[in-house]
Structures are given as C-alpha cells and as structure tokens.
C-alpha cells in the first residue's frame, strides 16, 4: 500500500463531502480579511461536523495557564487544550483535507497573498465551559504567519476583534457551530499585523480545532 493510500485508510470512516462552499471568492474572501481582520464562513458539512466531535469529545484535555504574560499584556483563560494528535486522528484527516483546499484556491489566485508557501502545522483542539471567562484581547505569537483557521465544532461563545487589551472598538464576528473563523496573521498581503481578539459570553460547552502556521 502507498503512502497516500494508507493516509485515506486510517480515515476511511470520514463522510465523503466534508467541507461546504464558502459562497465567497477566495479573491473576495482575502479582500475582506484585509479590511476586517477576521471572517466566519460555514465550513463544515453536519456530517463531517459531527464525526470530528466523536473525538473530540473523547481527548484528555489539559487545563491550559489560567495567566498569561505579565503587566500591561496579561491575558487571562480558562480552557482546556489537546494537541497529542496521532496519525490516525480525525483531525489529521480534516488538517490533509483542508491544507488541499487552500492550496487548490491559491493556485488562482496572484500575487501569492502570503510571504510563503500557507502550511498548517500547528494543531490545537479547545474546550470552553459555559461561565467561564474564555480568554480576554489579547494577539497571537509573532511565530504563527500568514492565517489562523479556527473551527467552531460546536458550542456558543462571543468572538471579537478590537483595538486594545482593554477590548477598545470591539467587533463582534458572527458565526455558528460548522464555520471557520479565518484571522490574518504576520505576512498576510506584506503586513505584520497582529489583531486582538478575544472570547467571552460563553453559554455553551464550546469545542473549536484551530490551524495555524508556524
């Protein structure tokens, strides 16, 4: 057996159609990021959605540092977190499937909106509890470039962008269980910019996979 053939039958369970059409361009989709920061569209089918959370339920999450940073860029949190995922993890399957769609997209579309080749190699599933503080403005790490791809697997929480640690003009992103929120990192269209963003008004068990490159 090949490689690749051996990659499709650790996952030979997965629903045949995983993955929604975002009704947007990929060239409209990077527009708005630009001008936005961060976009929700549906991503996953209910199917594909539901299979995910069959392990997703089933990790031993760790609780992550309730405190992060020091003085002025303290981040507070309360989530647990997993990333011990095996070959044979399901969300290996939708890491393969969705980096194939991203590459299929930026075949169309020049200049390369990225300073280098997108790779998702960091992986991350989350938990939050409902009443929790979720996780206040913060950015992310200068290490992660080009996109951050957050999939909301289930549950329901407050996700926005803002200008400050103090969640100045915050901008509330609109989503649902199934979609991915898409956020620009460092070396998206030459920019370093890092938005800050955070997660509050959590009122349901909430599970979001997120991608990233590193």
Known sequence: MSESAAKNDLHAGAPAIRFVEP?????????????????????????????????????????????????????????????????????RDLTRHYQAL??????????????????????????????????????DRVAYRNLICLFVLEGRGRFGICEDRSGRGARIIAHEPGDVVLTRAPGFRGSDHRPFHFLDRITEQRYVFGLRHE
């Open 102 to 139: 991203w590459d299929g997209w930026l075949a169309s579309v020049a200049p390369c909106p990225f300073e280098s080749r997108l790779v998702f190699n960091d992986l991350m599933l989350q938990v939050y509890r409902p009443g929790e503080i979720g996780i206040t403005p913060h950015r």
């Open 23 to 91: 009704a947007i361009s990929i060239a409209g989709l990077l527009d708005r990021l630009e001008c936005e920061d961060a976009v929700a569209v549906p991503a996953l089918t209910p199917a594909y959605r539901a299979w995910l959370m069959e392990e997703a339920r089933s990790v031993p999450f760790r609780e992550a540092r309730a405190l992060v940073g020091r003085g002025e860029r303290l981040v507070r949190q309360c989530m647990g977190v997993y990333d011990g995922f095996g070959l044979d993890s399901r969300f």
